[in-house]
C-alpha cells in the first residue's frame, strides 16, 4: 500500500512553497478558508504520481505566472509496490526513513523503512519530466507512466465521467487489470477485443430499415457491370476510438455519467475503494459536493475505517470534521503563497467537535454564550449597514463558548494560530481571575464593567426609549403578567399606574436581574434582537461602555 510519507511542493499555482510530514497518517484532511490552497495540494499530488504522460501545463500554473522559476513537486512515498524497488528498476534509488526522529535518508541502512521519492519538474517550455531522486545519486532516473500508474492515484473533482470509462488510464481500467483471472499478456489488448466482439455482433445485425435501399443500390451498379451481392450494413472500425472511452457504465440504458453529482461522486470513491483494497491513493476535493448531511457523515465514517490506502480530502463542510479524529485534520494557511498546516491532536477533539466552524477562520469571537452570539449577529448586520465589511469577507467566525467553558476553548484555539478573542461577562469572579491568562497569551478579552452581566451593562447604558422598546418585546414575547410579576419580585413595593414611562435607577436594576436569572435573552433569537435595538441607538451609548466595548470588537475585526 504505497503512502505519501513526505510532499513538497514549489511555484505551483497559489503555492509558493509548501512542505509537510504526514508520516504514519492514512486519512488527511485539509480545511481551512477558501482559496488558502487545499485543491492545489491534492492537484500537486495527482500530477507528481499521474498515470499518463499527457497532462498539460500553462503559465497559469506557475505561481505568479512567473515561468523562471520551474514547478518542482516531490513525494516521497513508503510501503511502494516491490516491483518497482527491483534493481533493474528504481531500487539504486531507495533512500530510508529513521523512523525515530522522522528524517529521509538517502542511504538506507537496516532499521530504516524503504522510500522512494517522485520529482515532476515543469520548466517554461512546460513540459513536464517526472524523476526519481537521491541526493547519493548526481543523475535522477526518469520513471515511466506506467511505473507511476502502479501506484493507483486518482483525484476525484467535478470532472468525473473519464472515471466511468473503461478507457486506459482511467480507474475501472486500473481496477480491471488487478484482475487475476486475466493473463498479463491480454491486459493491455482487452479494450480492442471487447470492441471487436461487440462488431462481430453488429455485423450480425440484420438492418431491415435499409434493405430496399441495399436492393436498389444492388440493382443500379449491376447496371453498371458490377456484381455486389453481399453489401451489408456495419460500423467502420475507423468510427470506434478505444481511447474515447466508447465502453462506459451505465445504470439501465442511461450512462453514468447523466447521474446526479452525488451519485456519480459515490460511484467513483467506490471504484477507488476497490482499488486501494491492494493499495492506492485518493484525491477527494470538496468530498461534500452533492451529497445529504446524512451521506456526508456515512461516506466520511466509511472512508476513515478503511485504511487499505491513503486518503486525502478537502473540504469545507462542519459534518465532515465532526465525524473524523482530530489528528486527521490539517488547518491550512496561505501565507502570501508559503503554506502551512497545523495539525489537531486529541487535546483538540472537543473544540472541533463543539465548533468545527472555527477550523474554517482567520479570526474566531468566542461568545461566553448565546446572548453575546445574538449581539455579534447583530453587530455584522450593523457593519454592513454603516458599509463595513461583512464577517465572512475578512474571515471572522463567532462561535459559542460553551459558558464556563469559554476560556479553554479560547486557549485551545489559540493554539491552533488562529486570532482569538472572547466576548463574555465580568459577573463571575472565577471567570474574571482567568482574563489575565487569556490576555498574557494574546487573546483579546471584550467584557463590561466589574461584576456586569451582559444584560446589566444593556440596562445601565441604554437610553429608556430602547429598554421600553425590550419590555414590548418581552410581553409579546411572555405573558405581561409575567414580565411584571418578574420585577415586582425584585423591588420595595408594586410596579403602579403607567410604570413603563418611569426612568428609574430600581427599575433598571429589576429589568437586569430578572432578564439576567430569568434567561429573558438567553436564546440566539432574542439575543438578536437584543442586539437590534443596542445599535440602532448606538449613537447614544457611544461613550457608555456598552458602546466602547462593542466599538472595540469592531475594530479588532478589522485590524490585520
Known amino acids: 500500500m504505497a503512502r505519501i510519507y513526505k510532499l513538497d511542493i514549489k511555484n505551483f499555482r497559489g503555492i509558493k512553497e509548501f512542505s509537510y510530514t504526514f508520516d504514519d497518517l492514512h486519512l488527511i484532511c485539509l480545511v481551512g478558508?477558501?482559496?488558502t490552497g487545499k485543491s492545489t495540494i491534492l492537484s500537486a499530488i495527482s500530477y507528481v504520481l499521474y498515470p499518463k504522460w499527457n497532462p498539460s501545463f500553462y503559465d497559469t500554473d506557475f505561481y505568479n505566472c512567473n515561468t523562471d522559476n520551474?514547478?518542482?513537486?516531490?513525494?516521497?512515498?513508503?510501503n511502494v509496490p516491490e516491483i518497482l524497488l527491483t534493481e533493474d528498476k528504481y531500487g539504486l534509488y531507495i533512500r530510508g526513513i529513521n523512523k525515530e526522529t522522522g528524517e529521509i535518508k538517502d542511504e538506507i541502512e537496516d532499521e530504516h523503512e524503504k522510500a522512494l521519492t517522485i520529482k515532476l519538474e515543469v520548466k517554461k517550455d512546460l513540459e513536464p519530466k517526472w524523476y526519481i531522486i537521491n541526493g547519493r545519486k548526481d543523475v535522477p532516473i526518469v520513471i515511466s507512466a506506467n511505473d507511476r500508474a502502479k501506484l493507483n492515484t486518482f483525484i476525484i473533482s467535478?470532472?468525473?465521467?473519464?472515471?466511468?470509462q473503461w478507457s486506459k488510464g482511467s480507474p475501472l481500467y486500473s481496477l480491471l487489470k488487478q484482475e487475476d483471472n486475466i493473463d498479463v499478456f491480454e491486459k493491455d489488448s482487452i479494450l480492442t477485443d471487447v470492441m471487436r466482439e461487440a462488431k462481430n455482433k453488429i455485423d450480425g445485425y440484420q438492418f431491415k430499415q435499409f434493405e430496399n435501399v441495399i436492393k436498389i443500390l444492388q440493382s443500379k451498379v449491376k447496371e453498371l457491370g458490377v456484381g455486389l451481392p453481399e453489401v451489408s450494413n456495419s460500423i467502420d472500425f475507423k468510427d470506434i476510438s478505444i481511447k474515447e472511452g466508447k465502453i462506459s457504465l451505465h445504470e439501465g440504458k442511461i450512462p453514468f455519467r447523466l447521474k446526479g453529482k452525488g451519485t456519480k461522486r459515490l460511484m467513483s470513491i467506490a471504484i477507488q475503494l476497490a482499488l486501494v483494497e491492494s493499495g492506492g491513493i485518493i484525491l477527494i476535493d470538496e468530498i461534500e459536493q452533492g451529497l445529504e448531511p446524512d451521506r456526508i457523515k456515512h461516506l466520511v465514517r466509511t472512508l476513515y475505517k478503511n485504511n487499505k490506502g491513503q486518503i486525502f480530502i478537502a473540504t469545507h463542510s462542519q459534518n465532515v470534521i465532526e465525524e473524523l479524529d482530530a489528528e486527521n485534520i490539517l488547518i491550512v494557511e496561505n501565507l502570501n503563497g508559503a503554506l502551512r498546516c497545523k495539525r489537531c491532536d486529541g487535546k483538540f477533539q472537543d473544540v472541533i467537535r463543539a465548533c468545527p466552524e472555527a477550523a474554517y477562520a482567520k479570526k474566531v469571537i468566542v461568545c461566553e454564550g448565546k446572548t453575546e452570539i445574538g449581539i455579534c449577529c447583530a453587530l455584522n448586520d450593523f457593519r454592513i449597514k454603516e458599509s463595513k465589511p461583512n464577517l465572512s469577507e475578512v474571515d471572522t467566525v463567532y462561535i459559542l463558548g460553551g459558558g464556563n467553558n469559554f476560556v479553554d476553548r479560547a486557549l485551545k484555539l489559540k493554539e491552533l494560530s488562529l486570532e482569538v478573542c472572547v466576548f463574555c461577562d465580568s459577573d463571575v469572579e472565577r471567570m474574571n481571575e482567568r482574563k489575565d491568562e487569556l490576555k498574557q497569551k494574546g487573546i483579546n478579552v471584550f467584557d463590561w464593567d466589574v461584576e456586569n452581566s451582559t444584560e446589566q451593562q444593556v440596562f445601565n447604558d441604554l437610553p429608556w426609549e430602547a429598554i421600553k422598546e425590550l419590555i414590548e418585546y418581552l410581553e409579546a414575547q411572555l405573558p405581561e403578567a409575567s414580565v411584571r410579576n418578574s420585577l415586582n419580585s425584585?423591588?420595595?413595593?408594586?410596579?403602579?399606574?403607567?410604570?413603563k414611562e418611569n426612568d428609574t435607577v430600581e427599575i433598571r436594576k429589576a429589568l437586569a436581574e430578572a432578564a439576567k436569572n430569568s434567561n429573558w435573552f438567553k436564546r440566539i433569537d432574542h439575543g438578536k434582537f437584543l442586539g437590534k435595538i443596542i445599535f440602532k441607538h448606538f449613537d447614544y451609548i457611544k461613550d457608555k461602555t456598552l458602546g466602547k466595548r462593542l466599538e472595540n470588537l469592531s475594530n479588532w475585526i478589522d485590524n490585520e
Do not use: K
Open 33 to 35: 478558508r477558501g482559496d
Open 70 to 78: 520551474p514547478v518542482e513537486i516531490e513525494a516521497t512515498l513508503v
Open 158 to 164: 467535478d470532472y468525473l465521467d473519464v472515471h466511468f
Open 490 to 499: 425584585r423591588m420595595q413595593g408594586e410596579l403602579t399606574g403607567n410604570w
